[in-house]
């Protein structure tokens, strides 16, 4: 017999007595019955039959009696929570004679309570049964934390992540995540269409429509054009001009792909980069390779007349195609600073021809091969390995050994690692050749001596290029103390040099015609660090140059003054030009100054870039006389006087019709603020100190010298990035990229660009 439990609920309805004190008046509307329901509880046998009264209140009408029946043999209605605490991987529970509810531990049988008079204990204390051991037959369980001793920490409980099985599925913010996914990781477009990517995605979101392909390629080019637009107004609010650095990528298509980007200090003084265009060169090798790229970007970015300095690798075009894109700077003079805002070789490739240089001497060939030969036998052979560290720990040193590495010929940085490690291992190495038959790789000390001095020099050349491998980039003053050191350091090499004179001379060399080509950029950037100013240059150029370190000063300081008037000058014109109303202006610029190039003591020529330089300011020169003298015949005298002048000292001509002959730009007034800034005292040198961060602050107080350093010391000498700074291959587009429309191609890589930077 199945004992049942009977809720009964009675409904009861009441109705007020009605009492009439006046019978001659009929009584009021009765009130709203008051109806109240009672719940009986009641247990009673399963085949007994309920019985009441069937009218056991007087005052009670409309009775009814609901019988609810549980039974134990049926579900009950109202299920019980799912237990989801992880002590019940470890616990049990029971009932006990007395009604209450117990847990117990499934290992050591121990009992807790749970729950009394249905009222639970919560499961607190039999977590703690298991954390802190009382338990001693529990095996290792995630319950049990680490002990923190000061060198490990335990990882924070996680916290339940609530299933969203059912939430909305957005399908056109997915669809844009994947366009994105796919240009950040440069995945291929038609990976929608592999069977194993749409099949994963089907698996995670059954209810997600895969998209096609020419869905994708619609959301990438729209992401790419909401992105320019961006971009476009952020390098419109530039304080200052854009220099722009060219790097030409080549493919097995004999077709080049020009990487044009931009370089600029942004509204808030900050210094950025950005990818601008990327253009294909359908002749790598011609003369005018390059000026369809540059004509592109400037168009597509409004950047006409704000073009500060052009930075191009000359190892991969020709001189005459870098010298054809000097019309594109902003400078009407094409041969301020002596043209060298027009810098014809990337620096990180000018280090990596000079390291391969002297890794591919005559005189270290063999002795390189045979370290190279030696370290990969080591790390290929594990029977000569195991015996290698069994030798290396008869000899041990004061500092740890630095790990043998095989070299990666496509990084010259990797090599100079390898043959520095393989150096501290000579000993090892002299002893292994007789440690192990295997082994039979004999290097003498001559040519050990020779790795030596290779290291030396490769050592130069690597710490030099410590400023171009940093996250951030570099401002242009930077650069000045990293290529004055190198200069110097290649100079004591060659003088003390026995092992490789020869090869550190050709290096120096090749160092010098560089630097003649751009020192006066480095220099103006110099001087434009408060830290360093004037004071610096001179003390350098004195360690540097010695008694000809005069000259030297003295062409960096007329090129610092030289730039100052430009600079005036211009803003002057602009605040006439806008007070005066004036529409139509001719400016004419000359040389502001063509300054004699500095020489060495020991060398008589100037760098063939200075030679090219001066012959085509005289080529540019008479065409401009000429235009001078078509001025009305009142301004002739006055003209050919400016002509001479322009041509001995260096000026600017401004000419407005026949109006301007009030307007009387006077130089001596825009000197204080140069001379005010060059008799300040320096700022303290500090590790934190950000040059551009101080321009921002002083801008007010030097309203020209803060455009001069903005667009000096965002000067680029570097047309690659970070990462391939010691690679010594041209980059190489690859089969896929090539066979994407030329459109579509930009538009991936320069969002990818744009992305990276995370500034926008």
């Known amino acids: 017999m199945t004992t049942s439990k009977i809720y009964l609920y009675i409904s009861k309805t009441k109705r007020p007595t ?3 004190p006046n019978p001659s008046q009929p009584l009021p509307p009765s009130p709203k019955p008051i109806t109240r329901r009672l719940i009986l509880p009641a247990v009673a046998l399963l085949s007994a039959s309920v019985t009441m009264d069937p009218n056991p209140y007087s005052e009670l009408v409309d009775n009814k009696v609901n019988v609810e029946i549980e039974s134990s043999d049926t579900q009950p209605i109202k299920r019980r929570r799912k237990r989801k605490s992880m002590v019940w991987d470890h616990f049990t529970t029971e009932t006990t004679t007395s009604g209450t509810t117990k847990a117990f531990c499934k290992h050591c049988n121990k009992s807790y309570a749970y729950m009394s008079g249905g009222k639970a204990s919560g499961t607190s204390h039999l977590k703690r049964h298991i ?14 934390p680490q002990v923190n001793d000061g060198t490990a920490s335990c990882p924070p409980p996680k916290k339940r992540q609530k299933r969203c099985a059912n939430a909305p599925l957005d399908q056109d913010g997915c669809n844009r995540e994947m366009a994105k996914m796919i240009i950040m990781h440069g995945y291929p477009l038609h990976m929608v269409e592999h069977p194993g990517f749409t099949s994963f995605v089907k698996t995670v979101r059954p209810q997600f429509g895969m998209p096609r ?24 609010e530039t304080p200052g001009g854009v220099s722009l650095s060219v790097d030409l990528w080549l493919s097995k298509q004999s077709v080049g792909y020009a990487f044009v980007s931009g370089h600029f200090v942004d509204k808030d003084w900050s210094l950025s980069n950005r990818l601008l265009n ?23 970015w409004k950047l006409e007349g704000k073009v500060s300095s052009l930075t191009v690798s000359q190892s991969q075009v020709n001189k005459t195609c870098v010298d054809n894109l000097r019309g594109f700077l902003t400078f009407k003079n094409q041969h301020v600073l002596n043209g060298q805002l027009l810098i014809g070789e990337c620096y990180p490739r000018l280090l990596t021809s000079m390291a391969q240089e002297a890794l591919a001497a005559e005189e270290v060939r063999g002795p390189v091969k045979k370290v190279r030969d030696s370290v990969k036998y080591v790390k290929t052979n594990d029977a000569c390995g195991e015996k290698f560290e069994e030798v290396k720990r008869l000899f041990p040193a004061s500092a740890p050994y630095k790990d043998l590495v095989i070299d990666n010929k496509g990084r010259w940085d990797t090599s100079y690692k390898m043959l520095l490690a393989g150096l501290e291992h000579r000993q090892v190495f002299s002893c292994l050749e007789t440690c192990y038959p295997g082994y039979k790789i004999s290097i003498s000390n001559e040519e050990w001596r020779k790795i030596e001095s290779l290291c030396l020099c490769l050592k130069v050349l690597f710490e030099t290029s410590d400023v171009l491998t940093r996250p951030k980039h570099s401002t242009a003053n930077n650069f000045f103390d990293v290529m004055t050191k190198l200069q110097l350091e290649l100079s004591h090499l060659a003088m003390g040099g ?6 550190v001379s050709s290096l120096r060399e090749r160092f010098d015609l560089y630097w003649r080509g751009c020192f006066l950029v480095v220099a103006v950037a110099a001087v434009l660090d408060p830290r360093c100013k004037m004071q610096h240059v001179k003390e350098t150029f004195t360690e540097s140059y010695g008694e000809d370190a005069e000259q030297w000063i003295k062409t960096v300081s007329d090129a610092v003054h030289d730039l100052y008037t430009n600079y005036s000058d211009t803003n002057l014109l602009d605040s006439y030009v806008v007070d005066h109303g004036f529409d139509e202006t001719e400016v004419v610029q000359e040389p502001h100054f063509q300054q004699d190039m500095p020489q060495d003591a020991d060398k008589d020529e100037i760098s063939p870039q200075s030679e090219q330089t001066t012959e085509s300011h005289q080529q540019e020169t008479q065409p401009k006389v000429e235009k001078q003298q078509n001025v009305s015949e009142e301004y002739q005298d006055h003209t050919s006087f400016m002509d001479d002048v322009l041509l001995e000292e260096g000026s600017t001509l401004v000419t407005v019709g026949d109006s301007f002959s009030d307007f009387d730009i006077e130089i001596s007034e825009m000197k204080p603020e140069l001379d005010q800034y060059l008799d300040d005292n320096l700022v303290l040198k500090s590790e934190d100190f950000d040059v551009l961060s101080w321009w921002r602050l002083n801008s007010n107080n030097y309203p020209t010298l803060s455009k001069m350093a903005a667009d000096f010391l965002s000067i680029p000498f570097s047309t690659v990035s970070s990462e391939s700074v010691f690679d010594t291959e041209v980059k190489q587009m690859d089969s896929y990229r090539t066979s994407l429309p030329r459109g579509t191609l930009e538009a991936l890589l320069c969002t990818k660009d744009w992305l990276k930077n995370q500034t926008l």
């Open 18 to 20: 009605a009492h009439n």
């Open 278 to 300: 990327v253009v294909v060169v359908a002749c790598p090798d011609s003369d005018s390779a390059l000026n369809q790229s540059i004509t592109a970007c400037l168009s597509e």
């Open 213 to 236: 392909f020419d869905t994708v390629h619609g959301d990438c080019v729209n992401m790419f054009l909401s992105e320019k637009q961006k971009l476009s107004e952020f390098v419109g």
């Open 498 to 503: 026995e092992d490789l004179g020869n090869v």
């Open 131 to 144: 954390e802190l051991g009382i338990c001693d037959k529990c095996p290792n369980t995630n319950l049990v």
